[in-house]
């Protein structure tokens, strides 16, 4: 089982607003370590989105932005278009286990 | 640009080793680490190790620890990910990725290589 819990698939309209949730634990996002995003489109690698829990790359839209409380962070996307439709995984760092940890992933999709 | 090129598909039979192989190309690989993970059909993404930009230092995830090893060459601007006692579980995808530090965050991964697909199969 993951470390950090994702929900399995969200679904949004053209333009809605998505949020992606991961759930992690006191070892981990709980002990204040940021948080990083990536997307993964069909048969590609997957491309870094958010960095540090809030941090965009150069080439990132602004419609991708994250945010952090708790034991849990979050991925939200505005202005929701096709081409974001890909898996999308959150990462952090575990104490416990000393390693990096990946979350369960979430797939998106655009009706 | 920053590129990682991995080498190609691999097919292995049970209680093998495979070596996949990551050259980068627009950076120093004295300048920053290099991470493994790995992606079975379907599954999510998976930590196996990372080395160090500068000391050489590896770390492996325990569920990998002695099967795993990661190497690299300066002067071929070449990493490497080596594991041994191949099981068919082990089919997956491999992936290298640059890692940048960060702090209260350890490493974020910027730049992924394009993937390896490693077959175990009698």
């Known amino acids: 089982q993951s470390v950090l819990t994702q929900p399995p698939s969200v679904s949004g309209a053209p333009g809605q607003r998505v949020t992606i949730s991961c759930t992690g634990s006191s070892s981990n996002i709980g002990a204040g370590y940021d948080v990083h995003w990536y997307q993964q489109l069909p048969g590609t690698a997957p491309k870094l989105l958010i960095y540090g829990t809030t941090n965009r790359p150069s080439g990132v839209p602004d419609r991708f932005s994250g945010s952090k409380s708790g034991t849990s962070a979050s991925l939200a996307i505005t202005g929701l278009q096709p081409v974001d439709e890909a898996d999308y995984y959150c990462q952090s760092h575990d104490s416990s286990l000393v390693n990096y940890v990946f979350g369960s992933g979430t797939k998106v999709t655009v009706l | 640009q920053v590129q990682l090129v991995q080498s190609g598909a691999e097919v292995k039979k049970p209680g093998a080793s495979v070596k996949v192989s990551c050259k980068s190309s627009?950076?120093?690989?004295?300048?920053?680490?290099i991470h493994w993970v790995r992606q079975a059909p379907g599954q999510r993404l998976e930590w196996m190790g990372w080395?160090?930009?500068?000391?050489?230092?590896?770390r492996y995830s325990q569920k990998f620890q002695g099967r795993v090893t990661i190497t690299r060459d300066t002067s071929a601007s070449t990493s490497y990910m080596e594991l041994s006692s191949l099981r068919s579980e082990d089919r997956a995808v491999y992936y290298c990725?640059?890692?940048?530090?960060?702090?209260?965050?350890?490493?974020?991964?910027?730049?992924w290589g394009q993937g390896t697909l490693v077959t175990v199969s009698s």
């Open positions: 990725a640059r890692g940048n530090y960060f702090d209260s965050a350890g490493y974020y991964f910027d730049y």
């Open positions: 627009g950076y120093s690989l004295t300048n920053y680490a």
């Open positions: 080395i160090d930009e500068g000391t050489d230092k590896t």
